[in-house]
């Protein structure tokens, strides 16, 4: 790639850079909110759920039980314009499914390469690598991967997990069209979904140096009875020595998802291709409950 980058000193601080005239978005970014878990506003709430002691209570599943306070999706804000994502009656119907079965049928749980927009939103930073013609982004979530071609391209003969992405610059804005898409990616992990006559259009506006506003507008009229809109900031991760880590889920995956195909199972209670998953605690009995309390001091002498 070719990079022609400029600065400029602007009351003593660096400005943003330029790379052939336009905002240079290179860098590792991450979104700070909770989008990936649920793109409305939410109040917490177990990630599988049980009745609780209480009529109309809940609490965790056995599968999750032993996660505590951790096992509960926070709360947070909403960043879908005006709240509502407007489904078709079917569509509705089958979102409503989804978060029933969350566990089962997440394509984040299975490793799936999680599409566009979510990969943008999910609790992971990513990189962008930028040049005049093509604009790289490397997502630290299972290898994920896209590239949105600047250039002229012929139109793509297949249908891709992560689309197929042509932007063009409106000004200092990146406009980017994404569309091939599989049918078989979520946007967060409860259970909005699409299906492959999805449409997604992105906006990228430099809102400062490190803060890029992000917005993307959703079209399915398969799944749709309108289009529909989510913005949020990206900022861009300033640690030292900020970098991607390793993180191949696929491998992490593979008894969740083939287990049951193994000659010598691991996990012993399948039946077909489901896992039954059997849960023991063991508590201390009486006050030696209280024993599970650790204190950080140091051992008395």
């Known amino acids: ?20 005239g336009k905002p240079d978005f290179s860098g590792i970014w991450e979104a700070n909110n909770t989008a990936n878990w649920d793109l409305q506003t939410h109040a917490a709430r177990p990630m599988v759920a049980q009745p609780g002691f209480s009529p109309g209570s809940v609490t965790l599943a056995a599968p999750v039980l032993g996660l505590g306070s951790i096992g509960w999706v926070p709360p947070g804000q909403g960043v879908v ?45 990513f990189q962008i690598v930028q040049s005049a013609s093509k604009i790289m ?23 891709a997990y992560m689309g197929y992405s042509v932007g063009h610059w409106e000004g200092d804005t ?8 599989t049918d078989a990616t979520w946007f967060d992990r409860s259970g909005n979904f699409h299906s492959d006559a999805l449409h997604v259009t992105e906006r990228y506006n430099m809102a400062g140096r490190d803060v890029i506003r992000y917005e993307a507008t959703i079209e399915d009229p398969q799944v749709f009875t309108r289009t529909w809109k989510i913005s949020m900031p990206l900022y861009r991760r300033l640690d030292t020595n900020a970098q991607l880590m390793d993180f191949r889920c696929v491998e992490m995956v593979e008894e969740t998802m083939y287990g049951h ?34 204190s950080g001091n140091p051992p008395a002498k």
């Open 1 to 20: 790639m070719t990079r022609n980058v400029t600065t400029a000193q602007v009351g003593g601080q660096a400005a943003p850079a330029r790379i052939a």
């Open 81 to 125: 314009e005006g709240e509502e994502i407007p489904y078709l009656p079917w569509a509705a119907a089958r979102k409503k499914e989804n978060l029933e079965h969350w566990m089962d049928r997440d394509p984040e749980i299975k490793c799936f390469q999680p599409g566009v927009p979510r990969a943008m939103y999910m609790p992971y930073p």
């Open 137 to 159: 982004m490397v997502f630290e979530y299972a290898n994920a991967q896209r590239t949105i071609h600047l250039n002229k391209m012929e139109d793509y003969p297949n249908v």
């Open 174 to 181: 990146l406009v980017v069209d994404v569309k091939d898409f």
């Open 261 to 294: 195909l193994r000659k010598e199972q691991l996990v012993k209670q399948w039946v077909g291709n489901t896992m039954t998953v059997n849960i023991t605690r063991t508590i201390p009995p009486g006050e030696k409950v209280h024993e599970r309390y650790i």
